[in-house]
């Protein structure tokens, strides 16, 4: 369950600190340092919420060996919401579907009932 | 709105209809099979097993020829009023696929809710879902809201 990507990015997503970090990093690349700051919380607290982000796949982090700023990467959130999207679809173009169906189901029973 | 509405995608849809027809048409292979599947697709296979407990396994294939499996286990069946499922993508089996197999995101289990209500010889259905997982954690919410947040920023 722990390797399942998915249950990775729910838990990543329900902390609320994480999910500050992760608005603060869609204006742009932030080192630890720069994160920590209005959080109130140390760089070890920090570094350990976005490792976590890290193995869901939503930051990555730059190579630079002092500051390794952290990067939004939103990809496993859109893959969610695409599947959830394409689902609704799914329904959605079924239900026309079926009522050009129902259509000529109707009109088949009427002329075999005549 | 009631704070369960904020996690559903609901799709409605009004047919000149006797609710009787549309209930068939959702619960017999023979029907579902004319008409499940986005526009283009063709349903080959259709399993139902109408009752509480009881599996469905139907199947859709693309214009290219892919097919994909649904399968899923019916929680409510209340006759020509009140359908509640499961839906899952599967093998052919019914075997569930892994987020390995099928990618992030397409694995989730779905809550699927199909109400049925006439009206004036009409029959409105009301398709509902939510992903198992989004009601389990209430996660979606937390997703809505980074959303929001993504979109401000």
Redesign the interface.
Known sequence: MTKDPLSLTFSALADPTRRQILARLADGELSVTELAQPFKMTMPAVSKHLKVLERAGLVVRGREAQLRPARLQAEPLREVADWVEDYRRIWEESLGRLDAYLKTMQSGEKRSDV | MDQEGERL?R?S?T???PLE??WR?WTEPD?FM??????GFTAPTCEIDLRVGGRHLWS?RSPDGRQMYFTGVYKVVVPMERLVFTDSMSDAEGNLM??EMV??????T?D?TVTFAHADGRTT?T?S?V?E?HAR???EQ??D???A??AK?
Do not use: D, N
């Open positions: 995608v799709i849809r047919f000149e209809a027809l549309l048409a029907h004319k008409w499940y599947g986005p526009r859709m892994s987020a990618g992030p995101g397409m694995h989730v779905m699927v259905v398709v879902h992903g997982e954690t209430g996660w937390a997703f809201k980074l959303a947040m993504l920023a």
